[in-house]
């Protein structure tokens, strides 16, 4: 498993979640830092800086429009009553329009430039014959025709240099359209960033719900169908998870509490199969066996011995030496009986001190052969526990075998083998009787 495989699988919940947060919210926050810088760069300093310079120049061009009335009317003044005050007031008019002036060559942009050129040129005549008029003296004026010609070209020099002015301020209106469409052109790549914003932020929080739903989603219902089959009696099935951590803990606990009970139920279904004195497998579990050996009993299969065994004199056993002793005696009996029987036979209890063998693919004569090994095998183990402690119980088992080679009843055979065992008792006990099936 690769490193950064290993370094996912080991993350918690939490921090699985805070990454498909971290997925769906950064980019509305980048798309918000975005939009904002292109929204302040493109449309807000923009119109910020056209509106302060549009309003610096305007104003500048109603004072330098103010100061040419004010100039006409002091040429006029000064023509009709030769007042010199009005050299004064045209002085400081001209100086107001030239510093305008040179505040508007300084904040105009470059389109309009040339305009203001051409009306600084105009203003430059007009100022200079304004001030040739009001440097003779007003005698003169009375006397020549040609003076007053001059002063009437003064008035209408201003006039033209107004008009100047007005062309100004429409090439300024003309920049002021083109800026607002530029503005709009801006709101508008706004508007689809903002939409990319939307749809990019859509597809990271899919991109999240998909890390949440493989991390946590998929996680639980992997756990709700282990649940389910666990519930359904399908406990082979374990839980697999992998991440979060967490939930792979819930899992891992959850597969071995089916273990456990598994292993529990398996125990206590064997525990029902079996005797409880002696762990041979019980009167149920011989009935069934039985039936589905004789149901699978075919022609030309190889038949099976049922044998019947019966501890001799076991009455006895319980009145001389207590009950305690004759289950001590039952418990012996059961382990030769499982040690001696070969490994396809099945040993059964079948009730009180009865025993029953289903010798599996066994003829008549080895099954007797192993009937008389059988007895042979209980009454050596008991002698021996005699000769060793030099008091002891000599214990014998009669046995009665059917042989069984076509199908027949459970009960009919059972019958043919309990004959066969009362016979071995009423013939001396500690012998075996063999009857066909």
Same mark, same amino acid.
């Given at each position: 498993?690769?490193?950064?495989?290993?370094?996912?699988?080991?993350?918690?919940? @939490?921090?699985?979640?805070? &990454?498909?947060? %971290?997925?769906?919210?950064?980019?509305?926050?980048?798309?918000?830092?975005?939009?904002?810088?292109?929204?302040?760069?493109?449309?807000?300093?923009?119109?910020?800086? %056209?509106?302060?310079?549009?309003?610096?120049?305007?104003?500048?061009?109603?004072?330098?429009?103010?100061?040419?009335?004010?100039?006409?009317?002091?040429?006029?003044?000064?023509?009709?009553?030769?007042?010199? /005050?009005?050299?004064?007031?045209?002085?400081?008019?001209?100086? @107001?329009?030239?510093?305008?002036? =040179?505040?508007?060559?300084?904040?105009?942009?470059?389109?309009?430039?040339?305009?203001?050129?051409?009306?600084?040129?105009?203003?430059?005549? /007009?100022?200079?014959?304004?001030?040739?008029?009001?440097?003779?003296?007003?005698?003169?004026?009375?006397?020549?025709?040609?003076?007053?010609?001059?002063?009437?070209?003064?008035?209408?020099?201003?006039? %033209?240099?107004?008009?100047?002015?007005?062309?100004?301020?429409?090439?300024?209106?003309?920049?002021?359209?083109?800026?607002?469409?530029?503005?709009?052109?801006?709101?508008?790549?706004?508007?689809?960033?903002?939409?990319?914003?939307?749809?990019?932020?859509?597809?990271?929080?899919?991109?999240?719900?998909?890390?949440?739903?493989?991390?946590?989603?998929?996680?639980?219902?992997?756990?709700?169908?282990?649940?389910? @089959?666990?519930?359904?009696?399908?406990?082979?099935?374990?839980?697999?998870? #992998?991440?979060?951590?967490?939930?792979? /803990?819930?899992?891992?606990?959850?597969? #071995?509490?089916?273990?456990?009970?598994?292993?529990?139920?398996?125990?206590? =279904?064997?525990?029902?199969?079996?005797?409880?004195?002696?762990?041979?497998?019980?009167?149920?579990?011989?009935?069934?066996?039985?039936?589905?050996? &004789?149901?699978?009993?075919?022609?030309?299969?190889?038949?099976?011995?049922?044998?019947?065994?019966?501890?001799?004199?076991?009455?006895?056993?319980?009145?001389?030496?207590?009950?305690?002793?004759?289950?001590?005696?039952?418990?012996?009996?059961?382990? *030769?009986?499982?040690?001696?029987?070969?490994?396809?036979?099945? *040993?059964?209890?079948?009730?009180?001190?009865?025993?029953?063998?289903?010798?599996?693919?066994?003829?008549?004569?080895?099954? =007797?052969?192993?009937?008389?090994?059988?007895?042979?095998?209980?009454?050596?183990?008991?002698?021996?526990?005699? =000769?060793?402690?030099?008091?002891?119980?000599?214990?014998?088992?009669?046995?009665?075998?059917?042989?069984?080679?076509?199908?027949?009843?459970?009960?009919?055979?059972?019958?043919?083998?309990?004959?066969?065992?009362?016979? /071995?008792?009423?013939?001396?006990?500690?012998?075996?009787?063999?009857?066909?099936?």
């Amino acid at each position: 498993m690769s490193r950064p495989m290993r370094f996912f699988r080991r993350q918690s919940l @939490r921090s699985w979640i805070a &990454l498909a947060m %971290v997925c769906a919210v950064l980019p509305l926050l980048v798309s918000s830092a975005i939009g904002y810088a292109v929204y302040h760069q493109t449309v807000v300093q923009p119109f910020r800086d %056209v509106l302060t310079r549009q309003h610096d120049l305007l104003i500048s061009l109603e004072r330098i429009q103010g100061d040419y009335w004010t100039i006409t009317e002091a040429v006029n003044a000064y023509v009709l009553t030769g007042e010199l /005050a009005q050299r004064d007031a045209f002085e400081a008019a001209r100086a @107001r329009v030239e510093a305008q002036f =040179a505040r508007i060559e300084v904040a105009v942009a470059p389109e309009n430039a040339e305009q203001v050129a051409v009306a600084r040129q105009e203003w430059t005549r /007009a100022s200079a014959d304004a001030a040739e008029v009001l440097a003779r003296p007003r005698e003169s004026l009375g006397r020549s025709v040609t003076d007053l010609e001059q002063v009437l070209a003064v008035e209408r020099e201003f006039p %033209v240099a107004a008009r100047q002015l007005e062309a100004v301020l429409d090439q300024m209106r003309i920049a002021g359209e083109t800026n607002h469409a530029a503005a709009l052109l801006a709101f508008q790549r706004l508007e689809l960033g903002a939409l990319g914003a939307i749809l990019l932020s859509l597809g990271m929080m899919g991109i999240g719900a998909f890390i949440v739903n493989r991390a946590i989603v998929l996680s639980a219902d992997e756990l709700v169908a282990g649940a389910e @089959r666990f519930a359904s009696g399908h406990h082979e099935i374990p839980v697999h998870i #992998t991440v979060p951590p967490e939930l792979a /803990a819930v899992a891992e606990a959850f597969n #071995t509490m089916t273990r456990t009970i598994q292993q529990q139920r398996e125990q206590l =279904a064997d525990h029902a199969r079996r005797d409880g004195l002696t762990s041979l497998l019980n009167r149920r579990e011989f009935d069934a066996a039985l039936g589905a050996r &004789l149901g699978a009993l075919t022609a030309g299969q190889p038949g099976f011995a049922l044998l019947m065994g019966d501890v001799d004199h076991f009455k006895r056993i319980n009145d001389t030496y207590g009950h305690v002793e004759g289950d001590r005696v039952l418990r012996r009996v059961a382990e *030769v009986l499982v040690a001696e029987a070969r490994a396809d036979d099945l *040993v059964f209890r079948y009730g009180g001190e009865e025993f029953a063998l289903i010798l599996n693919d066994a003829g008549p004569a080895a099954a =007797a052969a192993v009937a008389e090994r059988l007895r042979l095998a209980i009454a050596a183990a008991f002698e021996a526990e005699c =000769a060793e402690g030099g008091a002891g119980i000599a214990v014998t088992l009669s046995f009665g075998m059917a042989f069984c080679a076509a199908p027949a009843a459970p009960e009919a055979l059972i019958r043919v083998a309990d004959g066969a065992l009362y016979e /071995a008792k009423a013939g001396g006990r500690n012998r075996v009787v063999v009857r066909a099936g």
